[in-house]
């Protein structure tokens, strides 16, 4: 992304094109170093959530996810656990991918992944403290690419190797087309479909598979709605919770709010295992009942186990 960066950069300098200071846009603090207050970051998930556009600032070449939707990965840590939820998994590290979720507006989702009930939330890469790393997103899957089944998290599926490949060597570019796949067979729909290519590794514009996969996610209506789609990140080395740009711990408010007691826990743990201390804050989710309905985002002074 650091190219895409400094290109969209370099553009507003010639005049090319208006850019605003990565924070400007959010109502948060525009000191980056300093953690953001609890109601702060519920402003700017809220405005990330209904930025619906098909790029970042209107510039071709830099994909949405930098400026606008929400980044999330569910966490499961059992009671007498000790690893960090933040850090890659065993299998990620071997996989050299980490698979998130994308929501925003249009990208609705009423059930998170595997019925999970919490975890955590990344700043976008153009608003996040300016001593965070900028991950490497690799690809968009509009709804779970079961990646652990195929040859890469990215790469094919050996029962249907040449539609499934990345999008763009099978031959998909649009929607539609992408569409046209799923709809092919009722049958091994998720190992079928083939991802969006995001990475800036491929030298291809990167912006418009992007939007192409959160257009396929919304033709897939109720199907989509109620399952998650899936967004791979390039694996990132073990205990990096000073530089990682960890947003928030969250958990799906309402009902028996079962995900609180662990978002805390992930809370505390974060923030002993910073040093200078990194304080983020639980917030609720609460998602959208209806595909046309709207998520929301909720901050409580009691649900934190840690002050800020």
Same mark, same amino acid.
């Given at each position: 992304?650091?190219?895409?960066?400094?290109? +969209?950069?370099?553009?507003?300098?010639?005049?090319?094109?208006?850019?605003?200071?990565?924070? /400007?846009?959010?109502?948060? %603090?525009?000191?980056?170093?300093?953690?953001?207050?609890?109601? !702060?970051?519920?402003?700017?998930?809220?405005?990330?959530?209904?930025?619906?556009?098909?790029?970042?600032? =209107?510039?071709?070449?830099?994909?949405?996810?930098?400026?606008?939707?929400?980044?999330?990965?569910?966490?499961?840590? $059992?009671?007498? !656990?000790?690893?960090?939820?933040?850090?890659?998994?065993?299998?990620?590290?071997?996989?050299?991918?980490?698979?998130? %979720?994308?929501?925003?507006?249009?990208? =609705?989702?009423?059930? +998170?992944?595997?019925?999970?009930? &919490?975890?955590?939330?990344?700043?976008?890469?153009?608003?996040? *403290?300016?001593?965070?790393?900028? +991950?490497?997103?690799?690809?968009?899957?509009?709804?779970?690419?079961?990646?652990?089944?195929?040859?890469? *998290?990215?790469?094919?599926?050996? #029962?249907?190797?040449?539609?499934? @490949?990345?999008?763009?060597?099978?031959?998909?570019?649009?929607?539609? @087309?992408?569409?046209?796949?799923?709809?092919?067979?009722?049958?091994?729909?998720?190992?079928? /479909?083939?991802?969006?290519?995001? %990475?800036?590794?491929?030298? $291809?514009?990167?912006?418009?598979?992007?939007?192409?996969?959160?257009?396929?996610?919304?033709?897939?209506?109720?199907?989509?709605?109620? !399952?998650?789609?899936?967004?791979?990140?390039?694996?990132?080395? @073990? &205990?990096?919770?000073?530089?990682?740009?960890?947003?928030?711990?969250?958990?799906?408010?309402?009902?028996?709010?079962?995900?609180?007691?662990?978002?805390?826990?992930? @809370?505390?743990?974060?923030?002993?295992?910073?040093?200078?201390?990194?304080?983020?804050?639980?917030?609720?989710?609460? *998602?959208?009942?209806?595909? #046309?309905?709207?998520?929301?985002?909720?901050?409580?002074?009691?649900?934190?186990?840690?002050?800020?």
């Amino acid at each position: 992304m650091k190219r895409i960066i400094l290109t +969209l950069f370099v553009a507003s300098a010639l005049g090319c094109v208006h850019v605003d200071s990565p924070t /400007q846009d959010f109502t948060a %603090s525009s000191a980056s170093q300093v953690a953001m207050t609890g109601p !702060e970051v519920v402003t700017l998930l809220t405005t990330l959530y209904n930025r619906v556009d098909p790029n970042c600032k =209107n510039f071709p070449t830099a994909p949405a996810f930098l400026c606008s939707g929400i980044v999330l990965r569910v966490t499961d840590k $059992k009671p007498g !656990e000790t690893h960090h939820v933040w850090n890659p998994s065993d299998t990620s590290v071997r996989n050299d991918g980490v698979s998130f %979720s994308y929501i925003r507006k249009d990208a =609705n989702v009423g059930r +998170l992944a595997w019925g999970k009930n &919490n975890g955590y939330m990344l700043y976008p890469i153009f608003g996040a *403290p300016h001593d965070k790393v900028d +991950l490497d997103f690799l690809c968009s899957f509009p709804i779970d690419g079961w990646t652990w089944n195929r040859t890469t *998290p990215c790469g094919a599926h050996a #029962s249907f190797p040449s539609q499934s @490949q990345r999008c763009r060597s099978a031959g998909v570019t649009t929607a539609e @087309q992408w569409k046209a796949v799923w709809d092919s067979s009722p049958t091994n729909q998720h190992i079928r /479909q083939c991802g969006f290519d995001v %990475s800036e590794a491929t030298g $291809k514009p990167a912006a418009d598979a992007f939007y192409q996969s959160v257009r396929a996610r919304g033709m897939l209506g109720a199907t989509g709605f109620n !399952e998650q789609n899936e967004i791979v990140i390039k694996t990132w080395s @073990q &205990n990096m919770q000073q530089t990682l740009p960890l947003m928030a711990f969250f958990y799906i408010f309402g009902g028996n709010n079962d995900g609180l007691e662990e978002a805390r826990n992930n @809370q505390k743990d974060f923030y002993d295992s910073t040093n200078p201390r990194i304080w983020v804050p639980v917030i609720r989710l609460i *998602p959208s009942s209806l595909r #046309s309905g709207n998520a929301s985002f909720q901050y409580a002074a009691s649900d934190q186990l840690v002050s800020p």
